[in-house]
């Protein structure tokens, strides 16, 4: 256990170790222990941006999800306000048809009682002249008395 | 263990002999034969089975780094990689949170350390007489296999600190800075300087000591105890084997984690401005 020349031999193996460590095995290792450090510091901050943009996305989606509902809503809107007012013109439309129609039918039934009122006056007069006629023989001045006739017949 | 039926003494010092190469004044290079011998041979002798485990778990280390250096990949981890990138990582922290200077070397120094001692001290956990037994078949005499028990490796780490403290303390402070440091701290008065650089130098040669003997002590005295267990009937052993063994999960750990973080912290301080 004295002390003697494997004192130096163990400094020069410690050296040459610390030496092929420094040369071969640090440097590669704390690079790729950097790189993955890098890479995992990457990953976190890819994850953190998705993670914003996905919120980003989220909200947009809803932002147009209630936008399409509303236009929904609006256009339904619209068209229930356009059947209505059809149904409403188409209404009025029938209304004053129908009116039409029936002034119509009323005007032809007047004429035809205008002229079924005239037939009847000539006729009624035709037939007084005839009965007075009858009744009188002859004694009467037809002439005169079909002025006569004419007006009563007017006046019924 | 030599011989048949050793004494308890025998059998002790037996394990605690290195295996010794060095030129003997009598036998000229040769294995020194028992402690007496390896004293005899002086400074110019080399433990031979320290620097071979040694040498072999840095391998082993270097060998497994140079792997995940090799497939390490910046996509999701497996396996193997998983386990040693969180060892890789574990030292990184040390730096992180004891070195405040920039320094390409200080970070593979604290992962080397860490790892290398870790095994080092991990050769513990083998059953005390395996190796030396197989060692012993194959004809070697001697065969220590924790090199952190040996002083010369724990203290040869530590003066190779101390070489780099001097080395970046004059790199980043200049000689003169370096000086000044030691002549002015902790009391700045000219007439002090003498006291100062006393008191500076015993700080700053203690350090290596302190990392060497701190990490030498400890693994010393646990393969010490590992021995004296043995000693017991083989059928004890274990109430006691067992314990210890668990015991130095921790201890070998600690010891690894300890000489790193001291180093780095050692080193921080040439990086400091003052």
């Known amino acids: 256990m004295n002390i003697n020349m494997t004192l130096i031999g163990q400094m020069i193996a410690f050296a040459i170790f610390v030496w092929f460590c420094m040369k071969y095995v640090w440097p590669p290792i704390t690079q790729a222990l950097n790189e993955r450090q890098q890479r995992i510091q990457d990953g976190l901050e890819e994850a953190d941006r998705a993670r914003a943009e996905l919120h980003k996305a989220n909200e947009q989606a809803e932002e147009t ?92 | ?123 513990k956990w083998l059953p005390i007489d395996l190796v030396p037994q197989i060692a012993h078949k194959l004809g070697i005499e001697y065969m220590r296999i924790v090199p952190t028990s040996d002083p010369n490796a724990t203290l040869g780490m530590g003066f190779a600190i101390f070489l780099l403290i001097i080395y970046y303390s004059i790199r980043n402070k200049g000689f003169s800075g370096f000086a000044k440091e030691l002549s002015f701290r902790p009391f700045n008065h000219w007439a002090l300087i003498p006291f100062n650089l006393v008191l500076e130098l015993v700080v700053l040669i203690v350090k290596p000591i302190s990392l060497g003997l701190r990490l030498f002590g400890n693994m010393f005295a646990g393969e010490v105890i590992f021995i004296m267990i043995s000693l017991l009937p083989f059928w004890a052993m274990w109430v006691l084997d067992v314990p210890w063994a668990i015991f130095h999960i921790l201890v070998i750990t600690l010891q690894a984690f300890i000489f790193a973080v001291l180093s780095v912290v050692y080193l921080s301080a040439c990086f400091e401005e003052h």
């Open chain 2, 1 to 123: 263990m030599a011989g048949n039926a050793p004494t308890s003494t025998e059998y002790i010092t037996h394990h605690l002999q290195n295996l010794t190469f060095g030129l003997h004044p009598d036998n000229g290079w040769s294995f020194a034969h028992g402690a007496e011998e390896a004293r005899e041979m002086g400074f110019w002798a080399i433990n031979v089975d320290t620097m071979g485990w040694s040498i072999a778990t840095g391998l082993l280390f270097l060998w497994l780094f140079r792997y995940l250096a090799r497939t390490v990949t910046n996509g999701v981890p497996s396996g193997l990689q998983n386990a040693l990138e969180m060892v890789f990582e574990f030292s990184n922290g040390i730096i992180r949170t004891s070195f405040s200077g920039h320094s390409k070397m200080v970070g593979p120094l604290a992962l080397t350390l860490f790892c290398w001692i870790f095994f080092m001290n991990s050769l």
């Open chain 1, 65 to 156: 999800l209630r936008e399409s509902r509303e236009e929904a809503a609006r256009i339904l809107e619209k068209t229930r306000s356009r059947a209505n007012q059809m149904i409403e013109e188409a209404r009025n439309d029938a209304r004053a048809e129908g009116e039409r129609m029936i002034a119509n039918a009323r005007s032809e039934i007047d004429s035809e009682i205008q002229q079924a009122k005239g037939e009847l006056r000539a006729q009624v007069a035709t037939l007084a002249i005839q009965g007075a006629e009858r009744i009188l023989e002859s004694s009467i001045d037809e002439k005169k008395h079909r002025e006569m006739v004419d007006r009563l017949a007017e006046e019924l």
